[in-house]
């Protein structure tokens, strides 16, 4: 799924995106508050702004890896 696709389905109102693909995707000031990531790749994903609060589905080990980038 594309970033783009992915705005377009999160601001429609769904909030379930178990095990897409956004490796390597622009994500920079995305909110995606409430979204269900689980079994998500995030690998290479640009983070920097972005909102992921309470979407309660990054394991420990990537929140580690993506703890200095500043999340809203």
């Known amino acids: 799924m594309d970033t783009k696709e992915l705005l377009r389905q999160y601001a429609s109102g769904k909030r379930n995106f178990i095990g897409i693909s956004l490796r390597s995707a622009n994500l920079i000031g995305i909110n995606l508050s409430e979204a269900n990531l689980s079994n998500s790749s ?17 394991p420990v080990w990537r929140k580690h890896q993506i703890a200095s980038v500043p999340l809203r």
């Open 42 to 58: 995030l690998r290479n994903a640009e983070l920097h702004g972005a909102n992921l609060q309470r979407t309660g589905s990054i």
